[in-house]
Structures are given as C-alpha cells and as structure tokens.
C-alpha cells in the first residue's frame, strides 16, 4: 500500500472532517490544520517505512542470491519483526496509528469515539484512496503486457517504475 504524495493532505483533510462531522473528536478550530498535519505525518512515515523495508528486502535476496519471489517473504518477515502492517494488514495499522496520534496529540481536545467509531469513518476513506494506486499498478502492467514474462526481472522493474512515475505524474499524484 502507498499513500501518494500528492493525495497525502486530501486524505489527511477528509478524514478529519468527517470526525468532527461525527462528533468523534473535538479539535479546537485554530488547531484543525496542525491536527491534519499530524495525521499527514502518519502516512508520510507510514510510506517511508514501507519503502524501506521493501528497499532492504530487495537487498537482502540480492546479497542472498535469492530469486525475486523471496522478496515478498523476506518484506513480510521484516515488517512483522518491526511490527510494521503490510498487505492485507497495511489499513488496520494506519487506522491505529492515526488513533494514537490523535490520543496523544496537544492539538486534539478530546476523542470522544471508541477505536471501532473511528475505524468505521477513516477505514473508507482510506480505502477509496488506496484504490487510486490500485488503479495506476493495473494501468502500468497492462502497458508492459509486451513484457509480462520478464516480471521481476531488473528490465521489467525499471520499466514498470518509468512508466509508473510518467502516469504518476500526468495524473498529478506526485
């Protein structure tokens, strides 16, 4: 899962706007930017991480002389030794780790909503955003369908982050 940088405040912005439509939290009008700041910072060290692990995985099966569907496990194993949340379990970390930002955050007056209040609002949120990498990842490959038996080869991965990062930004997402 990728949050985009370009996105990043738009989702920041959404969430927090339907908590206090929820009446889920009470954040002082002056310090709502600050706030949105905050949870921004969530997903910004939420990318920074996944890109790291997924970075040092790559190496590791590299230095390991693994092939390139080690990867995946080797991510996996060192998101869960830093108890870091990928895959299927990326949208319940990020929702908790908002939670706890706002927990424990100067610029929230009070949380009024149970983790499970605050869940059912951010979790589509989310969601409907993470859907947009969805969307550019299927884009991508079904551009390089010349090139669907090189995948996971240097090439194919070069390839695919070039045309990525040209639809990236003709979609304005970065």
């Not at 030794?81 to 929702?95: H, M, N, R, T």
């Not at 930002?101 to 007056?109: A, G, P, Y």
Request: hydrophobic share 35%; net charge negative; proline share 1%.
């Amino acid at each position: 899962m990728k949050f985009y940088r370009g996105k990043i405040e738009i989702i920041a912005r959404e969430i927090l706007d339907s908590l206090i439509k929820e009446n889920l939290v009470e954040i002082a009008p002056e310090q709502i930017d600050e706030t949105c700041k905050d949870l921004e910072s969530v997903l910004l060290e939420y990318n920074r991480m996944d890109r790291e692990i997924s970075e040092r995985a790559k190496e590791t099966a590299a230095k390991q002389g693994l092939d390139y569907s080690a990867v995946s496990r080797l991510r996996r194993s060192m998101a869960q030794s830093k108890a870091f949340g990928i895959d299927d379990e990326a949208l319940d970390y990020v929702v908790q780790q908002m939670i706890e930002i706002m927990l424990s955050s100067n610029h929230v007056e009070e949380v009024f909503g149970q983790d499970h209040d605050l869940n059912r609002i951010m979790a589509p949120i989310l969601r409907k955003h993470m859907s947009t990498e969805e969307e550019v990842d299927r884009e991508v490959r079904q551009k390089l369908k010349h090139l669907e038996n090189a995948e996971g080869t240097v090439s194919w991965e070069i390839e695919y982050r070039r045309k990525k990062e040209e639809l990236e930004r003709l979609k304005k997402l970065k």
